[in-house]
């Protein structure tokens, strides 16, 4: 995948660390020659963000909450004033409350389900918004990350999977609205990962191994894996894909009961 990023420019919401996807897709993206900036939400993220900025020759970081206009706007507008236009935006932001991601989905409250839909879904429509005036000019792609939670229940997955099944429909829409603009709008489906946010799900070391152990390829998805699809959707080479939803889990959202073995 070398120099299949030349040229082009971007933004990476949501790195927590090393272990994060979102990582894993700059990594890939840097390594096809893409030229990054990232945001980070507090200084705990900022210090854990900042040597791998630095090891990929980033230097370009802000603080931004995606819940709060202002800072979503002053974010954009710094970022405006680096690169008068950018090519991709990879949105890898979501939030539930942990003590609701164990248990029975009947259980989650109000507070948490709008906080959770308003970060996890809502915060991509905000964000494309913003990126649109960026990317009107010589069009982009618009990036963010989902789960087959969304459309198959998963144990203790809870409201985060009626989030990312408005993710997903977000996606759907703002891909028609921005398509005439030249602007790519898709989500990236991997199975489950040893990271931060996948950590915060009840059941999560069960649910990684019964992966492993039933997905057509008897593995789950890697960072490497999901880097090198973000990268094909934000090159040239995806240049008719939009709207879509691409699994990048082994095959494992094709199986309707698990390997005879595990039966």
């Given at each position: ?36 900036a990232f945001t980070y ?97 010589n069009g982009g792609t ?122």
């Open positions: 995948m070398s120099d299949m990023l030349k040229g082009k420019r971007g933004l990476i919401m949501g790195v927590a660390n090393e272990r994060s996807i979102a990582w894993g897709i700059a990594k890939a993206m840097a390594e096809a020659g893409a030229e990054l939400q507090g200084e705990a993220f900022g210090s854990r963000l900042k040597p791998l900025a630095e090891s990929i020759g980033a230097d370009f970081m802000v603080d931004v909450d995606v819940t709060d206009d202002a800072s979503l706007d002053r974010a954009f507008d710094n970022l405006a004033a680096r690169w008068p236009t950018i090519d991709f935006v990879v949105h890898a932001i979501a939030f539930s409350d942990k003590s609701e991601l164990t248990g029975r989905f009947l259980n989650t409250s109000r507070a948490n389900f709008k906080h959770s839909l308003d970060i996890s879904a809502y915060s991509l429509i905000e964000v494309a918004r913003r990126a649109h005036p960026l990317m009107v000019e618009l990036l963010t990350l989902t789960y087959q939670g969304s459309n198959k229940v998963v144990p203790n997955y809870n409201v985060m999977g009626v989030a990312k099944a408005a993710l997903e429909s977000a996606t759907r829409y703002l891909a028609n609205d921005l398509g005439a603009d030249g602007i790519r709008v898709n989500a990236i489906s991997p199975g489950p990962m040893k990271t931060l946010a996948g950590a915060a799900i009840g059941g999560a070391r069960k649910t990684y191994k019964h992966t492993d152990m039933n997905a057509p390829l008897r593995a789950n998805a890697t960072l490497e894996a999901v880097g090198g699809t973000a990268v094909y959707l934000a090159s040239d080479a995806g240049a008719c894909t939009t709207g879509e939803i691409i699994h990048v889990d082994g095959g494992f959202h094709v199986l309707g009961m698990p390997q005879a073995e595990n039966l």
